[in-house]
């Protein structure tokens, strides 16, 4: 905290009084309520204009100061957490993909990447793997509310009859057949790359999938003819890459790219954005492993 405007009805204590006790100083922004909850906190508390500093004596000074400063912090939370509330109140969200709770809001939606994103930009919110649902204090209502659009709409794209319904309405059509293509050679865990530009084998890197690790270059030429629908950038003389899903430790491991990927480039390093999504995703991948084993 920075003191940035001294009372000019206080006494200065010169700084060579103050060296010689023991003691702490302390500086916060300047208002005249927060000064008089001071000076009664701690009467023998004065001003320093040469240290710009309040001095407060005492061998146990910093201990009681750092108290203060808690309770001043708390203070304000709750403050913001009854505006929040109040705000709340006066324009609620009205949607089945939000309740109440005790010391905020609980968010409980179909699975989707936009909710996730949408609510990991939500200062103080946090994700319960037990209950399954988000929680969002109080004090975030104005952020949430800025979000909720985006939100309630991806959580109702992503409803499970509405998934249906699309599903069936794509049915035969080129776009079905091609999602289904790509479905299917996506799990044959192969991916083409230029011949004169491998990646690097056992190091995560990001291609169209996302980020993956290169296990071999099998040596065998890509069919463009059969294959071009799915990559479309595919040439002749470029080789079957076999890949497989990095692990969190690899992820870990990995040292970020400073520069974004060349434009129409097969493989990448991946950026500090790419990685933290997939070390997020690869910690809960890991979390259900243990989860089965238990």
Sequence with gaps: ????????????????KDDRKPGADVSFPYDRMTVEQFRRRFPRARWSDDRKAWFVPGRTASRRIGRWLAELEAEADAHADAKGRDAFAFDPI?????ELGKAGFRIRTPYSKTVVDELREVPFSRWDGDLRLWHVPFRS?????????????????????????RAEERKGTEQDRRSRRRAAERKR?????????????????????????????????VDPNL?????????EGDLWGSWQVP????????????????????????????????????????ARKRAKTL
């Design 1 to 16: 905290m920075t003191e940035t405007i001294s009372p000019a009805d206080e006494d200065e204590a010169s700084s060579g």
């Design 94 to 98: 009205d949607s089945p993909y939000l």
């Design 141 to 165: 209502y104005e952020d949430l509310r800025r979000r909720w659009a985006a939100i309630e709409a991806a959580a109702r794209r992503n409803e499970p009859e509405e998934r249906r319904r």
């Design 247 to 286: 692990t969190f430790e690899e992820l870990v491991r990995a040292w970020p790219a400073k520069t974004p990927p060349l434009q129409g480039a097969r493989w990448w390093l991946p950026t500090i954005e790419e990685l933290r999504p997939a070390r997020r995703a690869a910690r809960s991948r890991d």
């Design 227 to 235: 294959v071009a629908d799915v990559y479309p950038s595919v040439d």
């Design 189 to 221: 865990h192969r991916y083409p790359l230029a011949a004169d530009d491998l990646p690097p084998i056992g190091r995560p890197v990001s291609i169209s999938y996302g980020i993956v690790v290169f296990t071999d270059i099998t040596g065998e030429l």
